[in-house]
T-cell receptor, first 111, second 114 residues
């Protein structure tokens, strides 16, 4: 069963705008990871946030984690055409070696 | 480093045929896993391995076998292909004995079962 649910399923914005996508999950987690997938390609790791962290930054990416609400958000600032891709969250439960992926958000950046 | 490699890139099988999807990594990673990706379903874990000689089932293991005789290789075997196994298959690896670290993905194998 899917652990993470991304919202929205699809998002289109103008180049230069910020893009925010959300991930909700069901159980207590060890960490949460975000991945990007360009069309027809494998997934690329973007950022990992642990359950005891609330916010993390990497370049134009900002991830937040709210364990009380069982949710995370990924913010991409100053979007570029190259950011067009699908974005997935993935969660790791405590005591488990299985990474569970959500269904993804399809982001389209309009030049 | 070549990273994670998968062969073949594309494959068409008839129902009932068997085949092996190959996955190899040259990063000396302990953890390796197989996922399938279907439209609207995200990625679902088939099998995983925390090291050579150790494998375990994921979310959707039925119809698939794996073995891990070396650190580098983690082949996925389809025993008797069914149309429901039409999917894109991804192999991934991670440097430590666990899924709690950055996963490196291969480029995928697109499988069609007719």
């Amino acid at each position: 069963s899917q652990q993470g649910e991304e919202d929205p399923q699809a998002l289109s914005i103008q180049e230069g705008e910020n893009a925010t996508m959300n991930c909700s999950y069901k159980t207590s987690i060890n960490n949460l990871q975000w991945y990007r997938q360009n069309s027809g390609r494998g997934l690329v790791h973007l950022i990992l946030i642990r359950s005891n962290e609330r916010e993390k930054h990497s370049g134009r990416l900002r991830v937040t984690l709210d364990t009380s609400k069982k949710s995370s958000s990924l913010l991409i600032t100053a979007s570029r055409a190259a950011d067009t891709a699908s974005y997935f969250c993935a969660t790791l439960d405590f005591g488990n070696e299985k990474l569970t992926f959500g269904t993804g958000t399809r982001l389209t950046i309009i030049p | 480093n070549a990273g994670v490699t998968q062969t073949p890139k594309f494959q068409v099988l008839k129902t009932g045929q068997s085949m092996t999807l190959q996955c190899a990594q040259d990063m000396n990673h302990e953890y390796m896993s197989w996922y399938r990706q279907d439209p609207g379903m995200g990625l679902r874990l088939i099998h995983y391995s925390v090291g050579a000689g150790i494998t375990d089932q994921g979310e959707v293991p039925n119809g698939y076998n794996v073995s891990r005789s070396t650190t580098e290789d983690f082949p996925l075997r389809l025993l008797s292909a069914a149309p429901s196994q039409t999917s894109v298959y991804f192999c991934a690896s991670s440097y430590s004995r666990g899924a709690g670290y950055e996963q490196y993905f291969g480029p995928g194998t697109r499988l069609t079962v007719t």
